[in-house]
């Protein structure tokens, strides 16, 4: 049985993608002028993988449901950093050794929360940005902070690098190995065996830290 596509986008790139979404459904982007047909036999001959994928995503724990009560936990770089709920504070949403929410800004915990990881998400990846383009002779353009939802990073034809805030739950280590994987989309722009190559030679153990990102990744996705 063909392979279901749940939506085709058209758009200004140079190779075909495939993304399976933690709900299940197949996303095709492909270049604008690539015949459909071209696609879809594209699309057929990564049918093992694209199976494989929709199986890993049936099989993921459910992500938890967030009620942003006193003593939930938050991933922060891989640690669970607990919620209290405090009377009054001059900020809505702060953090030391817990999240410190005011009890009047509980409602709006949320968008609190998204806003706080933003910031937070720019600052640490921009120097993770920085000590990698310095040590192996990379010059990113501009840093973005994104609010995507199953992407990690992303490398634009400008240099420009992307990454979604989600990415600083995960643990110091993983977040630099996506660091390093859009840095090498500097020189590489697929993921061909030259690509993986580059990122073996400067991260040799790559495999183990984009393992950790397959199997927690969902539970960095709880706004959605």
């Given at each position: 049985?063909?392979?279901?596509?749940?939506?085709?986008?058209?758009?200004?790139?140079?190779?075909?993608?495939?993304?399976?979404?933690?709900?299940?459904?197949?996303?095709?982007?492909?270049?604008?002028?690539?015949?459909?047909?071209?696609?879809?036999?594209?699309?057929?001959?990564?049918?093992?993988?694209?199976?494989?994928?929709?199986?890993?995503?049936?099989?993921?724990?459910?992500?938890?449901?967030?009620?942003?009560?006193?003593?939930?936990?938050?991933?922060?770089?891989?640690?669970?950093?607990?919620?209290?709920?405090?009377?009054?504070?001059?900020?809505?949403?702060?953090?030391?050794?817990?999240?410190?929410?005011?009890?009047?800004?509980?409602?709006?915990?949320?968008?609190?929360?998204?806003?706080?990881?933003?910031?937070?998400?720019?600052?640490?990846?921009?120097?993770?940005?920085?000590?990698?383009?310095?040590?192996?002779?990379?010059?990113?353009?501009?840093?973005?902070?994104?609010?995507?939802?199953?992407?990690?990073?992303?490398?634009?034809?400008?240099?420009?690098?992307?990454?979604?805030?989600?990415?600083?739950?995960?643990?110091?280590?993983?977040?630099?190995?996506?660091?390093?994987?859009?840095?090498?989309?500097?020189?590489?722009?697929?993921?061909?065996?030259?690509?993986?190559?580059?990122?073996?030679?400067l991260m040799p153990d790559y495999k183990r830290r984009l393992d950790w990102l397959k199997v927690n990744g969902s539970q960095m996705r709880w706004f959605d």
């Open positions: 049985m063909p392979i279901q596509i749940d939506e085709f986008i058209r758009a200004r790139r140079r190779t075909i993608s495939i993304q399976v979404r933690a709900d299940g459904k197949v996303i095709v982007r492909a270049p604008q002028r690539v015949a459909e047909k071209v696609v879809r036999a594209f699309v057929e001959s990564k049918t093992g993988w694209i199976e494989r994928k929709k199986a890993e995503v049936a099989n993921r724990a459910p992500v938890t449901v967030r009620q942003f009560r006193d003593g939930e936990r938050f991933l922060l770089l891989g640690r669970e950093i607990p919620l209290r709920l405090v009377p009054a504070q001059r900020a809505a949403l702060t953090h030391s050794d817990a999240f410190l929410l005011s009890h009047k800004a509980q409602p709006n915990a949320a968008k609190l929360f998204e806003k706080w990881y933003k910031t937070y998400a720019l600052t640490v990846l921009t120097e993770r940005v920085h000590l990698y383009a310095a040590q192996h002779g990379f010059t990113p353009g501009r840093i973005r902070i994104t609010s995507a939802r199953t992407r990690w990073g992303s490398c634009s034809s400008n240099g420009t690098l992307s990454f979604t805030w989600r990415l600083v739950m995960a643990p110091l280590e993983v977040v630099d190995y996506v660091v390093i994987h859009e840095l090498v989309h500097l020189r590489v722009h697929n993921h061909s065996k030259t690509f993986w190559d580059a990122v073996s030679a």
